[in-house]
């Protein structure tokens, strides 16, 4: 009677742990982007829907997912916007290392 709610909780849990955090090899940017920005740094912390929304601005693209996003000039003032709450198991300081990473060069591909 409980099994399968139980394997259904199990699941969700484990795909769950799966999503962006401090150690993920995957969130975090490679070592040549993982370092201080050389530039002017303005890091906005917003509600994640204001994130959202800013980000579909920002990309192009809306996903209701979205944890922040970057932009940056030839003037070299790069602005990141973070979700100020831990968002789907990423905290802002999370977020806010990824995005200095796409300041730094990363493609937003994620290219190493």
């Not at 409980?2 to 795909?15: D, K, V």
């Not at 959202?52 to 070299?76: I, M, N, P, R, W």
Request: hydrophobic share 35%; net charge positive; charged share 15%.
């Amino acid at each position: 009677m409980y099994t399968i709610p139980l394997m259904i909780l199990f699941i969700l849990a484990s795909l769950v742990s799966a999503f962006a955090g401090i150690n993920d090899p995957t969130w975090n940017p490679p070592a040549r982007f993982d370092h201080k920005y050389s530039g002017h740094l303005v890091t906005h912390y917003l509600p994640q829907k204001q994130v959202a929304l800013v980000c579909a601005t920002v990309t192009g693209q809306f996903s209701y997912k979205e944890h922040g996003c970057s932009t940056g000039d030839v003037s070299g003032v790069c602005n990141i916007y973070v979700s100020n709450k831990t968002f789907m198991r990423a905290t802002p300081k999370a977020i806010r290392r990824h995005e200095i990473g796409h300041c730094n060069g990363w493609t937003k591909n994620h290219e190493n």
